[in-house]
């Protein structure tokens, strides 16, 4: 077995140059909390064939048949009838992919270049993402959460968007989305864009027409580049856009004058209870969010006061709220702070449930991403992909749970392995496969590179 593997080896360097002998670690929290076993070891065990020369040959055959991602092809046997998205946070920076650590990771006093111990460097979250900090710019990243949103089950995306201005952060934002929807459009999920009023209120202490036009042009902007995308979320045909609060903008006459800048017939939702500040004939409905008294509020709002049968409803999941404000100095101690405990997975099973068992249109998962409120349910330290199994049999998927670490594995070897060029081919190979709903040849790739590469997890 030695002097095969050698001979092979031989054979891989001379068909491509830049093969590195890295080996992957995974740090203790994650065996500990979520690996009964290794099931990269057990993907190894499991090859038939260890012929690598042969399957690089195959595989580079199949890149020049002009593959593509195959649209509308996704196993999924969603058993609630319901859609689900996921909120999505684009506004991660990495010094790697941006220059610098964005304010999402530091706020006001973390420094994520300090890193402890245990591997993890000081973020501004009580929770540590399974693959570290990032950048949502990150085409391994984009791959690493949309392969997870696949398996899950999940429809889409929906996007946290602050306009289309340059101010603070938010040019990055709408960047960062932008660069995100473009690896999306490579896939059959789908995304929308929930807009933050308050974007508007950075830039004058009160409401006048100047704000009033930057709200009508960033309606407009999501009308002219969104809303034309095949894969755009569409609610009884129509273009979902939904608008967080609205917090700022309070008058139903001026939001009147922002919408009726929208040529498109649309689907647009307000959250929860803003009927006084949009006049319901401005919109078409509502969607729940997260409340200080969970279930109380949630059960409250779906049996006292929404109409299922007039208006277009959007329900919640959540995991939790635990917001970092405080301890990062984005908020005074002396400010008013609540938070939403976890309780392990009962308050996502409970907020699901509770969802489930009302007619809304849609479920919108609060939050894929945002730790800095400590809402997220992709992969950490702490919580492993516990929450993304329960997502898994709420959406009737047919992926296993062992199907999630196909998308932790190729990004891994991908970032251990960044200067190997046959690493690096594989791994784009096992991706496309992995996306395209064939689970297994993805581990038999994944398996035969790390027998090769590394398989010291």
């Not at 894969?231 to 903008?249: S, V």
């Not at 849609?362 to 991403?369: D, G, L």
């Not at 049999?393 to 199907?403: A, L, Q």
Request: net charge negative; glycine share 6%; with cysteine.
């Amino acid at each position: 077995m030695k002097v095969f593997r050698k001979i092979e080896l031989i054979i891989v360097l001379i068909i491509f140059v830049g093969c590195s002998s890295e080996k992957l670690l995974e740090n203790e929290e994650f065996k500990k909390e979520d690996v009964s076993e290794k099931l990269h070891e057990k993907w190894v065990e499991e090859l038939e064939d260890h012929n690598i020369a042969g399957i690089i040959e195959e595989e580079r055959s199949n890149v020049s048949k002009n593959e593509i991602l195959f649209k509308k092809n996704r196993i999924k046997i969603n058993t609630s009838g319901k859609r689900f998205y996921v909120h999505y946070m684009p506004w991660f920076q990495s010094p790697e992919i941006d220059g610098e650590w964005g304010q999402h990771w530091t706020m006001i006093n973390k420094n994520p270049d300090k890193i402890n111990r245990k591997g993890k460097r000081e973020i501004a979250s009580h929770y540590y993402p399974l693959i570290g900090p990032y950048s949502t710019k990150d085409k391994d990243l984009q791959q690493y959460h949309l392969l997870l949103m696949k398996l899950c089950g999940v429809d889409g995306v929906i996007f946290d968007w602050y306009g289309k201005r340059d101010v603070l952060d938010f040019d990055y934002i709408k960047k960062g989305m932008e660069n995100f929807i473009e690896e999306l459009e490579k896939t059959d999920l789908e995304f929308a864009v929930m807009y933050e009023d308050r974007v508007v209120e950075v830039q004058e202490r009160r409401i006048n027409e100047i704000q009033i036009q930057q709200a009508k042009e960033d309606i407009q902007y999501i009308e002219q580049n969104y809303f034309t995308n095949n894969n755009y979320i569409q609610i009884k045909e129509n273009p979902l856009l939904m608008i967080f609060g609205p917090n700022y903008i309070t008058s139903s006459e001026d939001w009147k004058l922002i919408f009726n800048s929208l040529e498109t017939k649309s689907e647009i939702l307000t959250l929860w209870n803003s009927n006084e500040r949009i006049n319901e004939e401005q919109t078409t409905g509502e969607y729940a969010w997260i409340d200080q008294n969970h279930l109380e509020t949630l059960s409250g709002y779906y049996n006292e006061v929404v109409n299922f049968n007039e208006r277009t409803v959007g329900g919640v999941a959540y995991p939790r709220f635990n917001d970092f404000y405080v301890e990062g100095g984005w908020k005074s101690a002396l400010e008013e702070d609540w938070t939403v405990k976890g309780r392990g997975l009962k308050t996502f099973k409970e907020s699901f449930n509770e969802s489930l068992n009302h007619p809304v249109d849609f479920i919108q998962i609060a939050t894929w991403n945002d730790f800095g409120e400590g809402t997220q349910i992709e992969p950490t330290r702490e919580f492993g992909y516990k929450h993304l199994r329960v997502l898994q049999k709420y959406t009737g998927t047919s992926f296993s749970k062992e199907d999630l670490r196909i998308p932790y594995y190729i990004y891994k070897l991908r970032k251990e392995h960044k200067n190997n060029y046959t690493v690096q081919f594989l791994m784009n190979r096992a991706h496309y496969y992995a996306m395209n709903n064939k689970t297994s040849k993805a581990k038999t790739i994944i398996g035969l590179t790390i027998f090769y590469f590394g398989y010291d997890f």
